[in-house]
């Protein structure tokens, strides 16, 4: 099992960790501040360097196949000398990792502001976009300026944890309809944006809405007769 760093401090940039396996899924650490492909979050990037000084390229990150509570890191080649046991470094690439953090705490604020289940999402260092089982589309310059306003309210977030049990006893938490919570653990983190939006979400988030920045809605498809995907890009 894999600690997660990242679940408790998204902003740690490095940590120190020992190898505890080395396989063809990938590099275990028995703890880590890489962020594993979930949820429509893509999988952490960067490096881990060794004592000896080599720098293992890091080129994404995964839950295991057989126990989703352990991550490995996908490197582009594995040396050698590389073996259990050994403390690494751990450093991911915060600049793509701070992205995806604004654009997910950003989907957070337009799933509240869109009161309609969540069909479907995903982050990409380009842009964010969720599915809704809505039947009409919303008008895009409107939603942009609703988006802005959220931002640029200062919200801080907040983080708690509640038992798997409880969850299953208070499933309207959830709206993903095609992403199931991060159970499994024992417990789940729910991200609350006060006043905004409550649901649990195991990925990394920013500490204020204001991180976020300028937001565009760019793009609004539809997918179905009870589908629309809204599609949204942060102005850098």
């Not at 869109?114 to 919303?138: A, H, N, W």
């Not at 905004?196 to 991180?211: A, I, K, Y």
Request: net charge negative.
């Amino acid at each position: 099992m894999t600690i997660k760093l990242f679940q408790e401090d998204a902003y740690l940039k490095e940590c120190e960790a020992k190898v505890i396996s080395i396989s063809d899924q990938g590099i275990e650490l028995d703890q880590t501040i890489f962020y594993p492909l979930g949820g429509g979050q893509p999988g952490d990037m960067g490096c881990l360097l060794t004592s000896s000084g080599e720098s293992i390229d890091i080129v994404d990150t995964r839950k295991c196949k057989e126990n989703a509570n352990s991550i490995r890191h996908i490197a582009s080649t594995v040396p050698d000398t590389l073996a259990v046991g050994d403390t690494v470094k751990a450093v991911i690439d915060w600049d793509l990792r701070y992205r995806y953090m604004r654009t997910h705490t950003c989907l957070h604020l337009l799933g509240a502001l869109l009161k309609f289940p969540v069909t479907g999402g995903s982050i990409s260092k380009e842009k964010g976009r969720l599915d809704f089982d809505m039947p009409e589309s919303p008008d895009k310059a409107e939603l942009t300026e609703q988006i802005n306003a959220l931002v640029q309210q200062n919200r801080p977030l907040e983080f708690s944890w509640i038992s798997d049990e409880e969850l299953q006893a208070n499933m309207e938490l959830v709206r993903t309809m095609s992403v199931k919570p991060p159970m499994g653990a024992g417990k789940v983190r729910l991200v609350n944006i006060p006043e905004v939006d409550l649901q649990p979400c195991g990925g990394t988030h920013v500490r204020n809405t204001s991180e976020v920045g300028q937001v565009l809605i760019k793009k609004i498809e539809k997918k179905g007769k009870q589908n629309r995907r809204v599609n949204l890009v942060l102005v850098d």
